[in-house]
Structures are given as C-alpha cells and as structure tokens.
C-alpha cells in the first residue's frame, strides 16, 4: 500500500527554504510512499509550478465555501482551483485557538464537496471531538476521508505512544467510525518513522517539525541511504 508523508510546515518557511526542497528532496525508491505538502497556502502554487510531483494539501479553509466578500479567507473552491488535493482540518492548534467541532464540520464538509479529501485530526478525546453529524459525514464519505490521530501530547513534544498503542487507538477508531484511512501525527522523526509507517493498517504520518529539516526528511523518506 502506498503511504502519505504529510508534511505540515505550519506557519513556517521561506521561498527560498521551498525552492531547496523542490531540488533537493528524493524521489520515491519503490513507490511506497507520497508526499503531501501542506505548506502555507502562499507557496503551493508556486510549488505546483516548479514540480507537479508533490501533493498538494492546505492547513485549513475556511468555514465558508465558494467565493465572495469573505475578506482574508481561503475556501476549498479556490484551493481546488489550484489543484489542491488535500485539507488538514480539526487540528489541535487550531482548535485551540477557535475552531470548535460546528467549525471543523463545515470545513470537513465543504473540502468533500469541492473533491478535496479532508484530513480530519483528532486527539485521544476523539469521542467529544467527532459529533454525529461529523460522524455521519466520516461514514458516509469513508473512502474519501482521512481521520489522523494526534494525540496533543505528542505534537512538538518528541514524546510519543508507544508503537503498540498507536496501533491499538488506529483500530479502534477504524471500527468505530469505519473509515477506510487513518493517519498518525506527532513527533514522528527519522528515528521512529519506519516503526511508525510499519503499522500494520495505518495510512501514513503527519510529519510536522521534522519536516522543515530537508535531511531529516530525507531520512524518513529514504531510510536506507541514511543508515
Ligand atoms: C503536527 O502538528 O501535525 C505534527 C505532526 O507536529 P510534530 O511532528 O512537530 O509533532
């Protein structure tokens, strides 16, 4: 099975720190692995532009869908038009910050509706965060969406669960809301990606930190040349 790198920059980067990525990154040995860029919504473009090999993905839209006098928002009808193909939504700084579950819905289903698949975060208390309607929309859409495990204790911290325990909450939330992809994100570094990736049943990782390193990167991509 073909696994997701997504790499979440946040609010990071620089033209000049995305132009050395484009040059510099591997591409796939054996195909066992896509790279989904979710750089600030300034840089995909210019990405897709200069190489077409990378997935595009966006940190979030807006809870408004199509176009109009929204100022300072971003939807998923113009991030479709530039060939976006993924959307992070319900991350956990995000929700920190504002966005409640009504939010994270209406972003989730307005990223369906443009064709885009919605990566939906959610932390251990994933039960309060998925709301029946979320939940019906993960069912109803259960090829076209991915749900990714973040536990907040995990992103930034360098502290993992255990690669056990990772496995275990993926499955439970696989027959929970029966959604066919699932996603770990959290301190994933070169060191603990390939136990990560070797998940029996998990879909790829959310790499965040780790991912502004271009040889750390590298490493989580092509583990072998960095042995
Ligand atoms: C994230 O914030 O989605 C993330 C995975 O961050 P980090 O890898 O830095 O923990």
């Known amino acids: 099975m073909t696994k ?20 510099s990154l591997p591409q796939s040995n054996d195909s066992c692995w896509n790279l989904v860029i979710a750089m600030p919504h300034v840089f995909l473009s210019y990405v897709n532009s200069k190489s077409p090999r990378f997935k595009l993905a966006a940190q979030d839209c807006s809870i408004y869908g199509g176009f109009g006098a929204r100022t300072g928002e971003i939807s ?54 998925i709301t029946n309607r979320t939940e019906e929309l993960l069912r109803r859409r259960r090829d076209a969406v991915i749900l990714a495990y973040e536990p907040v204790s995990a992103i930034g911290t360098g502290v993992t669960p255990s690669i056990d325990d990772i496995r275990e909450t993926i ?43 271009l040889r750390e990167l590298s490493a989580i991509l092509n583990p072998r040349e960095f042995i």
Not at 4 to 23: R, Y
Not at 89 to 111: F, I, L, Q, W
């Open 4 to 23: 997701l790198v997504i790499c979440n920059w946040k609010m990071n980067g620089s033209v000049q720190l995305v132009d050395s990525f484009i040059s």
């Open 76 to 129: 998923a009808d113009i991030l479709a038009s530039i060939g976006v193909e993924y959307i992070i939504v319900g991350h956990s700084e995000r929700r920190a910050h504002g966005d409640d579950v009504e939010s994270v819905y209406a972003k989730m289903e307005n990223a369906v509706r443009c064709n885009i698949t919605p990566i939906l975060c959610v932390s251990d208390d994933y039960e309060s965060q």
């Open 171 to 213: 499955t439970r939330l696989r027959s929970r809301y029966g959604v066919n992809s699932i996603a770990y994100g959290g301190s994933v570094t070169s060191d603990n990606a390939q136990d990560v990736m070797g998940i029996n049943g998990i879909s790829g990782a959310l790499v965040g930190g780790a991912s502004l390193k």
